[in-house]
Nanobody
């Protein structure tokens, strides 16, 4: 079975940085980070396939970097120049069939999810 566990969230000042990790077990293929702020829909942040091809939401381009270590079966999200608008619960997601595209696939396309980690950015 596939299990995902996020870590690395916390509280930072605007302009600060955090690095999230997603420890995975099982057969992970296409992976992504999503986030959900209070009262908002869950939205895609970044995605990556097994070859390292990436896609980013416009709101985080130039600030966030998604990467993976296939040997460790771990996904990362380096977040720099954080803004209050980035405050949300961040989720790791995985799917065995998805491939790279020009847009992050929707929530319904992912079969596996972590429990989330809170990121809070203050002004």
């Amino acid at each position: 079975q596939v299990q995902l566990q996020e870590s690395g969230g916390g509280s930072v000042q605007s302009g600060g940085s955090l690095k999230l990790s997603c420890a995975a077990s099982g057969d992970t293929r296409f992976m992504a980070w999503f986030r959900q702020a209070q009262g908002k829909m869950r939205e895609g942040v970044a995605s990556i396939d097994t070859d390292g091809s990436t896609t980013y939401a416009d709101s985080v381009k130039g600030r966030f970097t998604i990467s993976r270590d296939n040997a460790k079966n771990t996904l990362y999200l380096q977040m720099n120049d954080l803004k209050p608008e980035d405050t949300a619960i961040y989720y790791c997601a995985s799917d065995p069939l998805l491939v790279g595209s020009t847009a992050i696939p929707p929530v319904v396309d992912f079969d596996y999810w972590g429990q989330g980690t809170q990121v809070t950015v203050s002004s």
